[in-house]
């Protein structure tokens, strides 16, 4: 079963620029993951300092790899302390035709 996240960060106003190129540098690398099988990030039009990551990965293994990766840890640095709002969903699809 494939697991889907969506994470939803509103940044520090004055954190937005730095952190827009924490997120971006994110994306290559993570997409590289075996278990990887969608990674996108979105800008709110109504607010310029949220961002939503959309995930979807193999397995649980693969979030756990994913999380343990280097790039992720890098991640999880840059970004303390200039975040407002870090909201994490973790979901199943439920969906008639899903996994």
């Known amino acids: 079963m494939s697991i889907k996240i969506t994470a939803v ?11 827009q190129e924490v997120f971006q540098a994110l994306i290559p690398a993570s997409r590289r993951e075996a278990g990887n099988i969608r990674y996108d990030l979105h800008q709110d039009l109504q607010n310029e300092n949220r961002f939503v990551f959309f ?9 756990d790899e994913h999380n343990a990766s280097a790039h992720f ?3 999880v640095d840059a970004i303390e302390g200039k975040t407002d709002v870090l909201d994490i969903i973790v979901m199943r699809d439920v969906s008639e035709n899903s996994d």
Request: negative net charge.
């Open 9 to 19: 960060i509103t940044v520090k106003p004055e954190c937005r620029q730095e952190l």
């Open 55 to 63: 995930e979807n990965w193999r397995d649980q293994a693969a979030v």
């Open 73 to 75: 840890q890098a991640f």
